[in-house]
């Protein structure tokens, strides 16, 4: 490779540097291996790192659900798996086919008008909801439920600070719930989240109309729909969600998939973009790029997003997952979580010295109270294989000898009962 850029050396090819900059860097001093070599190598790093082995019990956003076999296999076909951003949308039918059936599904299961095709993750599907309702109300000022999952709340921190948009925080009562008695007038919107960051479940009958004028975005973790009446139902104008739960493993926390939605009145202030069915001269059925992003043929200042393209092979996953599953399917999954957590629950809160931390209903995530013994419990189920948040990732609400506890339909029976003696068994 030298010789064919006509460079007689590495240090030659490196020139351009600046000599103090290279004397900080030494070799790595690899030698050359076969690749069977590298692979045995590689294969005994990564054997070192047994979270794969553990058993989770980790929440916060991210779950660790149970990827059906059809998913990976449809997704890693080559026409979806090399697939890029449709330039030429008219070329891209199936590429367009697959976003409208995500869209869709996505209405379907929000109870809202309409949906993009997917945004980066949850937390700047719920950021560009904020600047959506400023575009709409215009007020500068939004007021946020405290209960946000912190990662999704120092991404809409970092949006907002940028945009010059006042964020009010709603502080959260005895059931874990958001209270409004407090509310501010002047608002572009009021941002909520269900389940919250306790696991609880936001009551939002009524919010609409007790907010007046400012639009209410609501995230929600889209499993849950299966189960609980859609934002759609109390008047939510954007519902936002992380869609890790439909389809995607937990991957150390990523990729992510957004999802957005809300209603035809804001069609054109919804970032993102969007595919349209429609039929052809002839009357055959189509698919087109309805609605566009900030790409090279649209004026910037004319963009609703900086954000320039979709999560689109994740987008795929959860619509494999979510159209392989069903409504049945999806129901029976929600209340397997529902269930297998209130099981968990019930059972560590009837200990002496623990407690819910909060008295409002939960879907498959909770919060315990347990005074002077949470990092000997955190520890204890550490040591034993189980994953589980350390106490201090919820200190950020205020809360101490607290631990949070999400349960999926991958707990067993028998898991669940290691867990309530290892914790039944620290003093």
């Known amino acids: 490779m030298l010789a064919a850029i006509g460079v007689s050396d590495l240090e030659a090819l ?14 790595i001093g690899l030698e050359a291996k076969s690749e069977m070599e590298v692979a045995d190598a590689l294969g005994s790093m990564a054997a070192r790192n047994d979270a794969a082995t553990r058993v989770s019990f980790l929440g916060g956003g991210i779950y660790d659900h149970y990827v059906p076999s059809i998913v ?5 076909r080559s026409e979806f798996y090399t697939a890029y951003t449709p330039y030429q949308p008219e070329i891209s039918q199936g590429t367009l086919t697959a976003m409208f059936e995500f869209q869709t599904l996505v209405c379907e299961l929000t109870g809202m008008d309409i949906a993009n095709a997917s945004m980066y993750d949850g937390s700047t599907a719920l950021a560009e909801a904020v600047l959506m309702a400023e575009r709409l109300r215009k007020k500068a000022r939004i007021a946020v439920a405290s209960s946000l999952f912190e990662q999704v709340s120092r991404v809409l921190d970092t949006y907002c600070w940028a945009a010059d948009i006042e964020i009010l925080r709603l502080p959260f009562d005895e059931r874990g719930c958001v209270s409004l008695e407090t509310l501010p007038e002047e608002l572009s919107a009021v941002v909520l989240q269900t389940p919250n960051a306790f696991g609880v479940i936001e009551p939002l009958q009524g919010i609409k109309d007790q907010i007046g004028d400012a639009m209410l975005v609501v ?9 609980l009446e859609p934002p759609a139902s109390f008047g939510a104008d954007i519902v936002v969600a992380e869609g890790q739960p439909l389809g995607l493993s937990m991957g150390f926390g990523g990729p992510l998939l ?18 349209g069915r429609t039929v052809d001269a002839d009357g055959n059925v189509g698919y087109t790029m309805a609605a ?23 987008a795929l996953a959860a619509t494999i997952y979510m159209a392989s599953a069903g409504a049945h399917g999806l129901r029976h999954v929600a209340a397997l979580n529902f269930s297998r957590a209130h099981q968990l629950a019930k059972r560590l809160a009837s ?19 347990i005074p002077g013994r949470a990092a000997a419990v955190h520890e204890a189920l550490s040591e034993a294989g189980f994953l589980v ?16 506890f999400a ?12 867990v309530v003696d290892i914790v039944g068994g620290v003093r």
């Open 14 to 27: 490196f020139r351009d540097i600046p000599q103090e900059i290279r004397d900080r860097f030494q070799p």
């Open 72 to 76: 990976p296999n449809l997704l890693s």
């Open 219 to 227: 995230a929600v973790n889209p499993l849950s729909l299966a189960l």
């Open 258 to 275: 957004g999802i957005f939605a809300t209603r035809d009145a804001y069609v054109r202030q919804m970032p993102g973009r969007m595919s």
């Open 292 to 314: 566009q992003t900030r790409e090279q043929h649209i004026r910037r200042e004319r963009a609703t997003s900086n954000i320039c393209t979709n999560s689109a092979l994740c």
């Open 351 to 369: 200990m002496e010295g623990i407690e819910l931390a909060f008295q409002g209903e939960f879907f498959n995530e909770f919060v315990l109270r």
């Open 389 to 404: 948040e350390p106490s201090a990732v919820l200190e950020a609400y205020g809360l101490t000898d607290a631990l949070r």
């Open 407 to 418: 349960v999926t339909e991958k707990r067993t029976v028998e898991e669940i009962d290691r």
